[in-house]
């Protein structure tokens, strides 16, 4: 799916400050939950770059007929030092208020800087169609504490999270505008 540009200010904004309202009551509920299995995973993403699994946030849904994966990529400003990464991982816990609260959130995994700083996280959605509103509302939050130019991301409808880390293959024919395919398990 090919990238749409951000939500107006305003309506990202807006629609982050719903999210963390909703996450307030799936934590209240107990329905948010961050299981260990994956963590400590490593990943070698198409594009020569490996990383690590640092923490996974999965939310008590119901499944769907329509799994989504979604993948985003972004590189911290600023950021260089072992130290300063983390810390970010560290604080990126608060960060779950700006995702798992979002319509359609199935669970993310959260991947740790690979070697040229870039930070990845592996959602599952319900459909296309939430993953899209949900990322193009991120970049609001994104832009406060990233270059702007390494924020990308990439929708692979039909496909389940764990099924592409599986099997890479199953991506070969969903049409995407990456061609470095840096979204993509190797």
Do not use: Q
């Amino acid at each position: 799916m090919i990238e749409r540009p951000p939500l107006r200010m305003w309506e990202g904004i807006w629609a982050l400050g719903r999210c963390a309202v909703r996450t307030a009551e799936l934590i209240a509920t107990r329905r948010l939950h961050e299981p260990r299995t994956s963590v400590g995973r490593r990943v070698r993403w198409a594009d020569g770059t490996t990383s690590t699994v640092y923490r996974e946030t999965v939310a008590d849904v119901a499944s769907t007929d329509t799994p989504t994966t979604l993948v985003v990529c972004f590189r911290l400003r600023g950021v260089r030092s072992d130290r300063l990464h983390r810390l970010f991982r560290l604080e990126s816990e608060l960060n779950t208020i700006l995702f798992a609260g979002f319509p359609g959130f199935v669970s993310k995994l959260w991947f740790a800087n690979d070697e040229h700083g870039g930070y990845r996280g592996l959602y599952d959605w319900r459909d296309p169609t939430s993953a899209e509103a949900y990322v193009r509302a991120l970049w609001w939050a994104l832009i406060l504490v990233s270059e702007r130019s390494s924020i990308h991301y990439t929708i692979l409808p039909g496909i389940r999270r764990d099924d592409l880390l599986k099997a890479p293959h199953l991506a070969d024919n969903i049409a995407v505008d990456d061609i470095a395919a840096w979204w993509r398990p190797a």
